[in-house]
C-alpha cells in the first residue's frame, strides 16, 4: 500500500494527526482519487502509552506505565483534587507539590480551571521502567507532565515513516470540551515532538472533533459537486459528537 502512495507522499506538507486517550494515529487525506470523495489514509498508529527508560522511551505497550494521560493535559492540581470521583489516572500524578491547604474551597468554574491550569499545572510522577529490546534512544525528561507523556507518542508516531518528520503543516482534532489551555499545550506537544524528531517548525492547526466532521463533510460534498459539474446550495449541517 507504501509503494502505491509513494508519490503522494513524497509531496507531502501536511498531515491529520488523532491524539486519543487510548489510541492514537497519523492520516492522509488522498484528494487525488479518482473516486468523487476523498479517501482517508492511516498512515500509523500506536496506543498512546509510554514507558521511561534510563536512556529513553518506548510507547504502544499494553502494559505501559504511563496510560490515559490525554485527560490530564492541561489541568491543574486543584481541578484534579476535586475531581476525585472522575476516573482519571490517578497513581501516576505527583501531589507532594500541592498541599492540601491549597485546594480551592469553591468548586472552580471554566476560567477557574484554565487559571488553575497556568498556576498550579499537574505533575506526573518519574516512573522509570526496564529497558524492552528496542526504544527510543533519547535521554528521558526530568519534569514529567502529562504533555511530555504526548509528545513521546507523536515523536513515535514522526518516526514511523521518513515523509512525517519533514511535513511542514498538521491539523490536530481534540475533544469538543478542551479549553483554550487544553489546545495551547497540545499544540505546543506536537511542536515539540517536530523539533526534536525532525529538527523543523511545523505549523499545527487544531480543531475540535465536531469541526473535523464538519470539515470532512464539505470537502466530500465539494468533490460531489465536481464530479457531477454541478452546484450544492449552501446548507446548515448538524454534527454529533458521541463521545
Same mark, same amino acid.
Given at each position: ?14 498531515? *491529520? ?6 489510541? !492514537?494515529? %497519523? =492520516? +492522509? ?6 473516486? #468523487? /470523495? ?37 489541568? *491543574? ?6 475531581? !476525585?470521583? %472522575? =476516573? +482519571? ?6 501531589? #507532594? /507539590? ?48 502529562? =504533555? ?96
Amino acid at each position: 500500500m507504501l509503494l502505491l502512495l509513494a508519490p503522494l507522499l513524497l509531496h507531502l506538507t501536511s498531515f *491529520g494527526l488523532d491524539l486519543g486517550t487510548t489510541t !492514537s494515529a %497519523v =492520516s +492522509l487525506l488522498n484528494t487525488t482519487s479518482s473516486t #468523487s /470523495s476523498p479517501i482517508p489514509i492511516i498512515l500509523c498508529d500506536t496506543l498512546s502509552s509510554v514507558d521511561l527508560h534510563e536512556d529513553g522511551f518506548s510507547v504502544g505497550s499494553s502494559t505501559a506505565t504511563y496510560t490515559s494521560v490525554k485527560r490530564l493535559i492541561g489541568k *491543574g492540581f486543584g481541578w484534579f483534587h476535586q475531581e !476525585s470521583k %472522575v =476516573s +482519571l489516572p490517578r497513581s501516576l500524578v505527583d501531589v #507532594s /507539590s500541592f498541599p492540601a491547604s491549597m485546594v480551592p474551597k469553591k468548586q472552580l468554574n471554566n476560567s477557574g480551571v484554565m487559571e488553575d491550569a497556568r498556576t498550579n499545572p499537574i505533575k506526573l510522577r518519574r516512573i522509570i521502567s526496564p529497558s524492552p529490546e528496542s526504544y527510543k534512544s533519547s535521554p528521558p525528561p526530568s519534569t514529567i507532565v502529562p =504533555s511530555t507523556i504526548s509528545t513521546c507518542v507523536v515523536r513515535h508516531l514522526l518516526s514511523q515513516h521518513p515523509s512525517l518528520p519533514s511535513a511542514r503543516g498538521c491539523v490536530v482534532g481534540v475533544p469538543a470540551y478542551f479549553n483554550d489551555v487544553q489546545k495551547g499545550e497540545t499544540e505546543a506537544c506536537v511542536k515539540a515532538a517536530f523539533a526534536e524528531e525532525g529538527g523543523v517548525e511545523v505549523k499545527v492547526k487544531v480543531i475540535t472533533e465536531p469541526e473535523a466532521a464538519s470539515l470532512a463533510y464539505s470537502v466530500a460534498s465539494r468533490r460531489t459537486d465536481s464530479a457531477s459539474s454541478s452546484s450544492s446550495p449552501e446548507e446548515n449541517i448538524l454534527v454529533f459528537d458521541l463521545g
